[in-house]
């Protein structure tokens, strides 16, 4: 009984959140690479993630936080990213004459948004906002799942549906109508590595660029992780026969 | 007074300010009953947790920022481009909750052996204290990132203050610094979120001197008769609370390094928006029974003062509880009905997250009644009627034989459950 009620607790410490906001639609679920104690993220699948995000995402999304120096992280080399911030303009100034002046980005400029606020992205988009990306696979519940699953959710609706004007079914999405119209089609992006660009690869790699940008640190979170926990266990396996060599007498 | 070395400067200092007797009567001779199981440590547990909180958080704070249009990129920045900033965070983040598990399991501790009671009320009191200390940093803690949940947890609980009758809404406009929730409110949060832990140490410190004057009580709950009931504390107890630390900071590592989001909600990765409401606005997961309790009465005024009375009546329980036998070891009935009110507490903290709909509504209301009945109705009447079994002689005899033998299969029951 004991036994139960404290497993029972755990449990639901465990639990709580999650039951708080239960998906109201069933998820995709994949096995991403960067799931588990072991799980890392794979670098080829961030440089093709990253990819799509430059030519398709980021025409309407921005990532707050992302600087073109953060891309030697996911194995692109300082020479090339070099050679990808020059191709953008950014604002600088004010210069020794008191002007603004637009100059080729650097490695330490963060990526340019796409709007100059969020009225003008409202207006471009038909009332909507595009929400930053940055963070987007921590702020959904269901994470990467969860955008996967809008990206390759895009279906005619189902015939008794009433679809708002200008907007568009998506099985995933909560309440189905989204504004955002489907952003992929086969042969979008033309990769690199010759990996052959469908829907499901491009929305796999470009969330999983995604889940990098949301936690850049994971990769290092996890091996120390490791380290640590494996100490921890020998700490304690030491500390226990202390404790039981101590007390042997007294008992 | 043995352990104090001979050294010429201890004694200088000793003869200046005994803080080496001092630390040898509390830390190494500290006589401490020798039958306490591991539910003893988690009152150490609770000090750990809360040094940890104070480290990471002053670090943290080095780096944050308390303005409500910089807090929630502080906060990312603090993710990404300080040395180790991922892990003092999700060490912070993941430390409160750590603090409150073990917090709950040492107050459980006390309503199962009967440590609230006489003379331990005051001890007790400072025990709850602390606990209302603590809810107050944590949620004025949780408002900081300045994220979704943030913003509106700030406004639903400072909201609460404005069921107050007559002066409600003044109290609550002065609470916020402003007309709403804003920048002037998350400054305060965060000078008060600073100050609050040390006025725990504060409480900790009385605390601990509350314990030492009567000492800590133990399984079989009855009172200390002699140096055989005793050992000192170090090494006995050092060494058992050290290997009850290796188990909590694997707990901790396992959540920090594998899965550091997964009590935190994900609302909380949006940057707060005072035009959109979340869906489900969801305390974090320590406060949901009081949550429950908060949403299980129909009135406002009505449910913050269920809510707040859940915690106040346990400051009269040791008048509540007139049996004069403090372990429920030797309490068949109080056993049952400990055990019924942890179940209670959990259907609360269910109901607390999930959205009040349905049958929610009707279980969180019997669960809250029931809450309230155990402490008002059923401990006084049990203690009255309930038989007790016969208390062994002492500790020693109870643990070192002779005599007391059923006691003491109890007490190996007890270890081994």
Known sequence: MRGAIIAAMAALWALAPMGAVAAEHELPSRDWSFEGVFGRYDKAALQRGFQVYREVCSNCHGMRYLAFRNLTEIGISAADVKAIAAEYEVEDGPNDEGEMFTRPARPSDLFPQPYP????????????????????????????????????GFTDPPEDFDLGEGMNYNTVFPGNQIAMPPPLFDKAVEYADGTEASVPQMAADVTEFLAWAAEPKMDERKQLGIKVILFLIVLTILFYATKRKIWAKAH | MSQIPQNRIVQWIEYRLPIFSFMDHHLIDYPTPRNLNYWWNFGSLAGIALVIQIVTGIVLAMQYVPNSDLAFDSVERIMRDVNFGWLLRYLHLNGSSMFFAVVYIHIFRGLYYGSYKSPRELLWWLGLVILLLMMATAFMGYVLPWGQMSYWAATVITNLFTAIPAVGESVTRWLWGGFVVGNATLNRFFSLHYLLPFVIVGAVVVHLWALHVHKSNNPLGIDLKGPRDTLPFHPYYTTKDLFGLGVFLLVLALFVFFAPDELASSDNYIPANPLVTPTHIVPEWYFLPFYAILRAIPDKLGGVVAMFGSILILFVLPWLDTSKVRSARFRPIYKQIFWLLVVDTIILGWVGANPPEGNMILIGRLATAYYFLHFLVIMPLVGKLERPRPLPESIATSVLGGGGAAAEAAANKMEKA
């Open chain 1, 117 to 152: 606020n969020a009225p003008a992205a409202r207006v471009a988009n038909n009332g909507a906002l595009p929400p930053d990306l940055n963070l987007i696979v921590k702020a959904r519940e269901g994470g990467a799942d969860y955008v996967y699953g809008i990206l390759t």
